[in-house]
């Protein structure tokens, strides 16, 4: 009981009832918004976790180890752990010396940043020009390219732990032989059902065998 006087109802059309019973029963799962409705903009959730990534690489970029004081948690860990680094900013100021004072023209570059969680995966390129011993390879003056990917986990606005996998072994080869071209390659397969690759390297890549 409702308080309310009791009023006679009118009979409804057929179509009338039918769509009245449809909307009852199944109500439309994406209704159209109202032509009046203000838009609004929600700011990505994600940027809190891609932001402090972009810096670590900026500091690289930029020779700026006061960076990495910005966006490093104090117990930060390189995964896996990195000889004579000790982690935290310090430890990561250590190597952002060391690759500046090894490549003339440094440059680390942001590729790709995709998000999960509270991790950031990145695909970044570093470059310069050795001029100083990297992977027990005397000075050159070549040019490298070494591509890495680095998973970070973001809490309270800093990276605590870094996932790493650097190409070490693509940068060693442009270093020792200035690059490696790729000739023809044949597929071929053994009676056994075995498949082999077979291809042929130019250039000066009889060092490869050094």
């Known amino acids: 009981m409702t308080g309310q006087p009791a009023t006679a109802s009118r009979p409804q059309s057929g179509n009338v009832a039918a769509a009245a019973a449809r909307s009852s029963c199944c ?17 990505n959730t994600h ?3 891609r932001r402090p990534p972009r810096r670590f ?14 966006v490093l948690a104090p117990d930060w860990t390189p995964q896996p752990p990195v000889p004579g ?6 430890g990561q100021k250590q190597t952002l010396h060391m690759l500046h004072k090894v490549f003339q023209e440094l440059r680390y570059q942001v590729e790709e940043v995709l998000v999960a969680g509270d991790t950031a995966a990145v695909r970044a390129c570093l470059t310069g020009r050795q001029v100083g011993e990297f992977l027990g ?26 996932w790493h996998l650097e190409d070490f072994f693509g940068a060693h080869l442009l270093m ?3 690059g490696v071209s790729v000739g023809p390659r044949r ?10 690759w077979s ?5 000066d890549a009889h060092s490869l065998l050094a």
Not at 27 to 43: H, K
Not at 85 to 90: R, S
Not at 187 to 196: D, E, M, N
Not at 199 to 203: A, D, N, Q, R
């Open 137 to 162: 390879v005397p000075p050159t003056g070549r040019r490298i390219e070494m591509l890495t990917m680095e998973f970070h986990r973001v809490q309270d606005g800093r990276i605590t732990t870094t």
């Open 85 to 90: 680094n000790p982690g935290g900013a310090d």
């Open 176 to 178: 020792v032989c200035g």
């Open 27 to 43: 109500p439309d799962p994406t209704p159209e918004p109202s032509p009046s409705a203000p838009f609004t903009y929600t700011r």
């Open 57 to 70: 690489y900026q500091a690289f970029d930029t020779a700026d180890p006061a960076l990495l004081d910005e």
């Open 187 to 196: 597929l071929s397969v053994s009676g056994a059902g075995a498949v082999t």
């Open 199 to 203: 291809l042929t390297l130019t250039g």
């Open 47 to 49: 940027d809190q976790y």
